[in-house]
C-alpha cells in the first residue's frame, strides 16, 4: 500500500515557477513508478509526466515539454514536478500517481494510488 499527499501548489503569475512534491508512504516506493496527472474544470484528467521507480527514465506530455521536470529523491520518499515558464492554460489540481510495477506508464488507468490533489491556477 502507497499513500500520496501532494504540496506546493498554488497561485502564480504567467512565466513564473512552481514545484509540487508528492510524499509518499509505504514500504515499496523506490519501486514504483510514478506519475503526474492534472485536472482542469470540466474535463478529464490527463497525463503530465511519469518516471521510473529508478529514476532514469521519463516521459512528459508534449504540452509541458521543456517546461516541466519530474524526478525523485528514493530517500526522501518524495517526487518533484518542477513548473517553469507556466501559461493560464496549466491551471488544475495536479494529482500524483504510483503503480504497483512496472516502468513508467502514461494512462490514468494504469496506476494504482492517488493522492488528493494539489491546486495551481496561473493568473495571466
Known amino acids: 500500500q502507497v499513500q500520496l499527499v501532494e504540496s506546493g501548489g498554488g497561485l502564480v503569475q504567467a512565466g513564473g515557477s512552481l514545484r509540487l512534491s508528492c510524499s509518499a508512504s509505504?514500504?515499496?516506493?523506490?519501486?514504483?513508478?510514478m506519475g503526474w496527472f492534472r485536472q482542469a474544470p470540466g474535463k478529464e484528467r490527463e497525463f503530465v509526466a511519469a518516471?521510473?521507480?529508478?529514476?532514469?527514465?521519463?516521459d512528459y506530455a508534449d504540452s509541458v515539454k521543456g517546461r516541466f521536470t519530474i524526478s525523485r529523491d528514493n530517500a526522501k520518499n518524495i517526487v518533484y514536478l518542477q513548473m517553469n515558464s507556466l501559461k493560464p492554460e496549466d491551471t488544475a489540481v495536479y494529482y500524483c500517481?504510483?503503480?504497483?510495477?512496472?516502468?513508467?506508464?502514461?494512462?490514468?488507468?494504469?496506476?494504482?494510488?492517488w493522492g488528493q490533489g494539489t491546486q495551481v491556477t496561473v493568473s495571466s
Open positions: 500517481a504510483a503503480a504497483r510495477s512496472g516502468s513508467y506508464y502514461l494512462n490514468v488507468s494504469e496506476y494504482n494510488y
Open positions: 518516471i521510473s521507480w529508478g529514476g532514469p527514465s521519463t
Open positions: 509505504g514500504r515499496t516506493f523506490s519501486s514504483n513508478p
